[in-house]
């Protein structure tokens, strides 16, 4: 799912692998924890046209993969031209999608043609309905059934096991057990590997801060969690980032805004801004050292705890989780229970 010696290359070159593209805002799959508040009204900024430079840009910034991301981001008419013309420019298409559009046919096969070099992502952070309902309020109870046949249906199609993932947030909402059990049933019944954010978003925009408390996870939970997880990877311990600190070192973000940031979860409020008048390109180049988080090249810049710890070589924590907390993105991770 990663050219890891692309990444790597990347990596040392203090270079981009993959541009994180938030093509829309809308959603309606109504997650409780959201760390954008998907909403329903759509105040998405990015004109087809600006989609189109900003894809050329990574071209010219050496980008190996676009994550089409939302809201959702399946629910954009012209999703499968921007696709369409990635895969032209030779990136490997990922699509993180709820589930919820894959109902619809036409858009199920269309999703597959254009990730055949990439991946397709799912949303489910529960099988069980009670808990799924829980996590989603006000949505109708058929929305689970809806994204396991949709799951169903691209595997019965051929679409590769190994080129899907399903991605889950675990929160303090979710008893540990079912989460195990998720990442379980994708395992068992499907082939698919889980793709793990333990809840990170402290600041989400009109939501008090204690109110957000109830999402942290106890520590305990996440440490028993992440055994579970390094296994099902099939490694000894599973950093704290999400793939790598490699991935995150090597990612960059355009927002719905125009926001360009170093990762799609840190929404920073001065972040430069495609509709100042630059290119993608320009602020890439002129914050580039920003947007790497050059200054953990050097491993006497890392949190004191990560110094010395034996996953350094692989991990520097949640950027995210640390900005989040107001440790700015060169804080110690708090979710890292290490
Ligand atoms: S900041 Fe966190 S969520 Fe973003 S790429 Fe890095 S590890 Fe992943
Ligand atoms: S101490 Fe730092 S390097 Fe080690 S696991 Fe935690 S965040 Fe990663």
Known sequence: MIDFPKLEQAYRNHGFYALQLEVGDVCHQGCIYCYM????????????????????????????????????????????????????MGFRNNMWTGGLPLGDDEILCKTARYTRKGFISIHCSSVDPDIYARLHPGRPAGDLDIILAGVGKLLERGYPAGQMLNSVTFTGLQPLEDMIATIGHFEREFGIKTSLNVYHTYLRPDQNREDLKRFIPPAGEVKRLYERYSTHWGMEEYPMNCVNKQYCSATLAVLCDGSVTPCATIREKEAPNLHSGKSLLQIARENRDHLIFAGFRDRGNLPESCRTCRLADICFGCRSRAFAAGRGIYGKDPGCFR
């Open 37 to 88: 508040n998907a909403l329903d009204v759509p105040v998405n900024s990015l004109s087809d046209a600006r989609i189109h430079e900003i894809l050329q840009d990574a071209g010219r910034l050496g980008i190996t993969a676009v994550e089409w991301l939302g809201g959702e981001p399946l629910l954009r008419d012209s999703i499968f031209e921007h696709m369409a013309f990635a895969e032209e």
